[in-house]
C-alpha cells in the first residue's frame, strides 16, 4: 500500500521555526520527485518546493526562497522541509505528493501520482 505521511506541523510564533516531514512507503523513493505544497483557507493550492530523488535537483517557490530547504534521507525514505523565518501567511495546510521519474521543477502540466493527508502549520502573530 501506497503511503504518504506528513508530519511535524504544529503552532509555532512568526519568525520561528518548523520541520516537516513527509514519510513514504509502498513504492521505490529513489524513482520518484517529492513536492511539497500548501493550501490556506479560501485559497487555491501553492506548490512550494520540489526534490527529485532521481537526479536531486530541487525547487522553490518565491514565497518561500530562502527561508524554506527541501531534504532528504533515502535511508529512511523520508523528505524534509525546514520552515525558518515563518510569517503568518505561512499558515496553511501542507502536503507532500510524489511523482515518478520527475526533475524539478515539475513539468505543470504532469499530475503527482500520490499525495499525503496534510499537517497544519499556524503562525501566530
Known amino acids: 500500500e501506497v503511503q504518504l505521511v506528513e508530519s511535524g506541523g504544529g503552532l509555532v510564533q512568526a519568525g520561528g521555526s518548523l520541520r516537516l516531514s513527509c514519510a513514504a512507503s509502498?513504492?521505490?523513493?529513489?524513482?520518484?520527485?517529492i513536492g511539497w505544497f500548501r493550501q490556506a483557507p479560501g485559497k487555491e493550492r501553492e506548490g512550494i518546493s520540489c526534490?527529485?530523488?532521481?537526479?536531486?535537483?530541487?525547487d522553490y517557490a518565491d514565497s518561500v526562497w530562502g527561508r524554506f530547504t527541501i531534504s532528504s534521507d533515502n535511508a529512511k525514505n523520508k523528505v524534509y522541509l525546514q520552515m525558518n523565518s515563518l510569517k503568518p501567511e505561512d499558515t496553511a495546510v501542507y502536503y507532500c505528493?510524489?511523482?515518478?521519474?520527475?526533475?524539478?521543477?515539475?513539468?505543470?502540466?504532469?499530475?503527482?501520482?500520490?499525495w499525503g493527508q496534510g499537517t497544519q502549520v499556524t503562525v501566530s502573530s
Open positions: 526534490l527529485s530523488l532521481t537526479d536531486g535537483s530541487t
Open positions: 509502498g513504492f521505490t523513493f529513489e524513482d520518484y520527485a
Open positions: 505528493a510524489a511523482i515518478i521519474f520527475s526533475s524539478c521543477p515539475v513539468d505543470r502540466r504532469l499530475l503527482y501520482d500520490y
